[in-house]
């Protein structure tokens, strides 16, 4: 889905063991900065925080991914529980 341009030093496995929240938060954080860096046309650290903020971007699209299709395994399928009529 994300480019496959991830951050050396972060292992997306590692980060498997942090919640959706922790996910969210980092990658939140991860924005704040990288808008900065913007302000300061610091094309280096721009560059280093976006392969930061892909690795986050993909752990929590797994992370998503593996919640939804556990949910549909366990028989939590709510398709037939919504009526639009």
Same mark, same amino acid.
């Given at each position: 889905?994300?480019? !496959? %341009? ?5 292992? %997306? ?8 929240? =922790? ?49 549909? =395994? !366990?028989?939590? !399928?709510?398709?037939?529980? %919504? =009526? %639009?009529?």
């Amino acid at each position: 889905m994300f480019e !496959d %341009i991830t951050h050396p030093f972060l292992n %997306i496995n590692d980060l498997s063991e942090l919640s959706i929240e =922790d996910l969210q938060t980092k990658i939140s954080e991860v924005l704040s900065r990288l808008n900065f860096c913007y302000g300061t046309n610091n094309q280096q650290l721009i560059n280093q925080l976006t392969m930061v903020l892909n690795t986050y971007q993909e752990a929590l699209h797994r992370k998503l991914n593996d919640t939804f299709s556990q949910s549909e =395994d !366990d028989g939590n !399928d709510l398709g037939d529980k %919504i =009526d %639009i009529s």
